[in-house]
């Protein structure tokens, strides 16, 4: 019989406490740790800790463990950090201690977006910190914000699933609330179980910050979903919304606000939200949703109703603040030939154009303008054009791009026109590199010395494909300052051993991967870089 949610976690709590109990026999135990973990009285009267260290270290293989303790304090006396003890503190600044150690930082930044490639970006973390000690544990479960991330598993029965929210939302009440719906079986959506989905979203709409429905099969249930919210929900509480459909559909409608009577809810419920995500699906171009954004991601689009480049336009001229957006697997069309002005970017630090055509990234390209020092910027190609890669050059020319993912093919023309370049990826196809890893320096007169493209390269990471010793030595000669060097899913040609040797006492942070983890790519700037 399957335990039920309260049961299972009162199991918790007693395996919990026999951790603990384990644990505080240790420290107990052990004189060394007793001595520095009980005294209150700082700072540490060093050779009382010294004697008591030494009496206990009856073990260890040092001769000399006097002055060895010895050459420790005086390093420990050279420290300035604060010497209050961690559980001192108040409970709110444990907490944002927690957050900070639990959960990246990449996603901290920003209000965080929940898409497939981010689900890892939980609270798991902090379910770790429970296992430090009784009194952290306490602090955490008694949190709200602890509570507060509800993902429900369509795996697991409905009655189970509706008892495990029911806890969460009782001790998450009054704190901004995430809830995840992951259709990882397609057993609730083909069942009356649905609208037992719906009152779940309904009974935490009044703090629902962030709403994911991933892997939908039907849109019909996420516009069911939508209108739930859009009728019930509270103006100016949900921030972000992640939409996807399952990869391989796309719809051709767009998904439905409501009637006229609900135009004015509607707009208060999803104007404030600052980082949209759709995949597969959309609501109207004109929608107030794509206003104010912070960040957007756009994907999978049919055809047929693509946006035009206008349409496009008129979403980044109202979303001043932007800081991050993904268009990828989509088309966008021309639409009347009006002259267009370009739009000025000023906030934006993440561009990614992935898999678009020939045509969108051509009309595109010449009308944004991001302004941002440090941009970072991904384009993959669906087919190599020259007229497409001088339109690239052209955008790198005029933007300061930092951070650079792309395709080997675009190296030669690209490298040039990024002379402040501190991080590159570069997808070799599964194709060898030895054409564009030669373009990472040019001659200069006819001394044949060589100069590097990019002086300032820090990181850089090939994957998928093969390299040469020769022509990693070569960039690595040439960029001093590379101190970070990946290799996923690359062969190396003639020895893997030989280049690692080789790479010691120039590079301080070298991989090899021999395979490359899925959500490297789209996360790449906090995997990569």
């Given amino acids: 019989m399957q335990a039920t949610p309260i049961q299972t976690f009162q199991q918790w709590k007693d395996a919990q406490k026999a951790l603990d109990y384990a644990i505080q026999h240790y420290f107990e135990s052990t004189v060394a740790l007793r001595a520095s973990i009980h005294s209150r009285t700082y700072p540490i009267e060093s050779l009382s800790v010294r004697g008591t260290l030494v009496k206990s270290w009856v073990n260890a293989p040092m001769p000399d463990k006097g002055s060895q303790l010895a050459q420790t304090q005086v390093h420990l006396n050279r420290m300035h950090n604060s010497i209050i003890l961690l559980n001192t503190l108040p409970h709110e600044l444990l907490l944002r201690i927690f957050r900070f150690a639990a959960l990246p930082a990449f996603h901290n930044q920003h209000e965080p977006m929940i898409s497939n490639s981010s689900e890892r970006v939980d609270y798991k973390d902090l379910l770790v910190l429970t296992s430090v000690c009784s009194y952290w544990r306490s602090i955490l479960i008694e949190s709200a914000s602890f509570w507060s991330r509800f993902e429900l598993d369509t795996r697991h029965s409905i009655e189970t699933e509706c008892q495990r929210a029911g806890i969460f939302s009782d001790r998450a009440r009054g704190a901004p609330q995430s809830?995840?719906?992951?259709?990882?079986?397609?057993?609730?959506?083909?069942?009356?179980?649905?609208?037992?989905?719906?009152?779940?979203?309904?009974?935490?709409?009044?703090?629902?910050?962030?709403?994911?429905?991933?892997?939908?099969?039907?849109?019909?249930?996420?516009?069911?979903?939508?209108?739930?919210?859009?009728?019930?929900?509270?103006?100016?509480?949900?921030?972000?919304?992640?939409?996807?459909?399952?990869?391989?559909?796309?719809?051709?409608?767009?998904?439905?606000?409501?009637?006229?009577?609900?135009?004015?809810?509607?707009?208060?419920?999803?104007?404030?939200?600052?980082?949209?995500?759709?995949?597969?699906?959309?609501?109207a171009w004109d929608c107030p949703v794509y206003h104010n954004l912070?960040?957007?991601?756009?994907?999978?689009?049919?055809?047929e109703s693509s946006p035009h480049i206008r349409d496009i336009l008129d979403i980044l001229s109202a979303c001043p603040l932007l800081r991050m957006l993904r268009i990828s697997d989509m088309t966008i069309l021309q639409g009347d030939t009006i002259p267009l002005e370009p739009v000025y970017l000023t906030q934006l630090e993440q561009l990614d154009l992935i898999a678009l055509t020939y045509e969108s990234l051509d009309l595109l390209l010449p009308l944004i303008v991001p302004q941002a020092k440090d941009l970072s910027l991904r384009i993959t190609l669906l087919a190599f054009e020259d007229h497409l890669a001088s339109a690239i050059h052209s955008f790198l020319k005029r933007t300061n791009v930092t951070r650079l993912f792309l395709q080997q093919d675009l190296v030669a023309r690209c490298l040039p026109a990024v002379p402040n370049l501190r991080a590159l990826v570069v997808d070799l196809g599964e194709q060898p590199g030895g054409a564009c890893l030669s373009e990472f320096s040019h001659c200069h007169g006819s001394d044949d010395c060589l100069i590097p493209r990019c002086p300032n390269l820090h990181t850089l990471h090939f994957y998928s494909g093969s390299v040469t010793v020769d022509a990693i030595q070569e960039i690595i000669k040439t960029h001093p300052r590379i101190q970070k060097l990946r290799f996923s899913s690359c062969h190396v040609d003639p020895l893997e051993d030989e280049l690692r040797h080789w790479l010691q006492p120039y590079v301080e942070d070298v991989e090899f991967h021999w395979r490359l983890d899925d959500a490297a790519i789209p996360e790449w700037i906090k995997y990569m870089v």
């Fill in 294 to 303: 912070v960040q957007l991601q756009i994907s999978n689009i049919p055809y």
């Fill in 179 to 283: 809830l995840i719906i992951n259709e990882r079986s397609s057993r609730y959506f083909y069942n009356g179980d649905f609208e037992t989905i719906l009152e779940l979203i309904g009974s935490r709409l009044d703090d629902l910050t962030q709403l994911a429905l991933l892997n939908f099969p039907d849109v019909e249930l996420v516009m069911r979903a939508i209108l739930h919210l859009l009728k019930l929900g509270k103006p100016g509480v949900l921030r972000t919304l992640t939409i996807h459909m399952e990869t391989h559909i796309q719809v051709p409608e767009f998904i439905s606000t409501g009637d006229a009577e609900l135009v004015e809810q509607a707009t208060s419920i999803l104007a404030p939200i600052d980082s949209l995500s759709l995949r597969g699906v959309k609501f």
